[in-house]
């Protein structure tokens, strides 16, 4: 072959040279999801003979302390309260979420299957939403609420105001309704994301009321001065707040749409560094760090021994003679001899 028949040749390998050298490089290979290995054990899930609590609701709750808007609530009454004896309260913040029984906490099955084997006492729960005005939607799974309704005011910020709803709005409803005890050892409160840093804000403004904190995925960082909490632990007496954090090391990391890093905005270091703060400090403390996002798988798959690390003083008896106490929690029973009237399983 002749040198000119060879020419056109040679450019067209040139060129193709050249246009693959141009060509964008590969899309790196998605990362694995590491949510993928959380999923719900069996307390997290229905059981035959297992009795079922009575989750009532919605209901209502106008505010004082947020004017012009309300919060909307569930009541869990697990099948063995006896309106005779005091009982136990756990508050869950964004209540919808955690009364889901197709989403990733199912805490009403969780409550009755820890209820009935004496792993946690008999305690009622309150599923409470973030405040809304009447025209604003009530949240969802889907939408819990940042955009439209108080949640960003009510659950980020420092002040006392939530603790106000909880504590003199909510509790006298709810001792006017129920027999809780007034102990606050046997009040807890929890929450997920923003919801967590707002029971903690409750316990930590309010120890008089509740004193048992349960915090996934807590936002502690500064979207309304929440990193803060660390130094604020630091330089305060110790109050008397058990706590369990639970955060992921894929959660929110801090960096901005434009690659910059603010650690004030990790919701991991922040985790972490008020976690260093509470042990420093000698605060009954449990914390898990796990490889998930911001979310509630780790949190839903581990609810249960949380809840049960959290509860775990409660009365118990040693007696070996004490039959009751190595039996199930059972519902009460119709009396054979009144009918009509409850007889409860001691």
């Excluded at 246009?19 to 990362?31: N, S």
């Excluded at 004082?64 to 309106?83: F, N």
């Excluded at 040693?318 to 190595?326: A, I, S």
């Amino acid at each position: 072959m002749t040198k000119t028949a060879l020419l056109p040749l040679l450019f067209l390998l040139a060129g193709s040279r050249g246009a693959a050298a141009q060509q964008p490089p590969a899309a790196p290979a998605p990362a694995p999801n590491p949510d993928i290995y959380y999923q719900l054990g069996p307390d997290s899930l229905p059981h035959d003979g297992v009795p079922k609590g009575e989750v009532r609701g919605p209901l209502t709750l106008p505010s004082a302390a947020y004017p012009g808007t309300q919060h909307t609530y569930w009541v869990y009454v697990p099948a063995q309260y006896d309106a005779a004896v005091p009982t136990s309260l756990m508050i869950f913040n964004d209540g919808q979420a955690y009364k889901n029984m197709d989403g990733d906490l199912r805490a009403p099955n969780v409550l009755d299957n820890l209820i009935y084997r004496r792993e946690i006492p008999v305690m009622l729960a309150v599923f409470i939403n973030p405040g809304r005005r009447p025209d604003q939607p009530e949240p969802t799974p889907q939408n819990w609420g940042d955009r439209d309704t108080n949640r960003p005011a009510e659950y980020n910020s420092l002040d006392d105001k939530y603790a106000r709803v909880i504590v003199d709005e909510l509790m006298p409803v709810l001792y006017k309704e129920y027999n809780l005890s007034k102990d606050p050892e046997r009040h807890g409160i929890g929450g997920a994301s923003s919801g967590a840093i707002a029971a903690f804000t409750v316990a930590w403004q309010r120890p008089d009321a509740f004193r048992k904190v349960l915090s996934t995925v807590g936002s502690f960082v500064n979207l309304r001065g929440g990193h803060a909490y660390a130094d604020i632990v630091r330089g305060s007496e110790k109050k008397p707040i058990r706590i369990y954090l639970q955060d992921g090391r894929n959660d929110n990391r801090g960096v901005g749409r434009d690659g910059t890093y603010d650690e004030a905005r990790d919701w991991f270091v922040q985790n972490v560094r008020l976690m260093r703060a509470l042990s420093d400090k000698g605060y009954d403390l449990n914390y898990t760090w796990g490889i998930g996002r911001h979310g509630q798988k780790q949190a839903g798959a581990i609810l249960p021994d949380m809840l049960r690390w959290l509860w775990r003083d409660h009365a118990v008896s040693t007696d070996p003679n004490d039959t009751r106490e190595r039996s199930f929690n059972e519902k009460p029973k119709m009396s054979a001899a009144f009918p009509g009237l409850l007889r409860f399983a001691r």
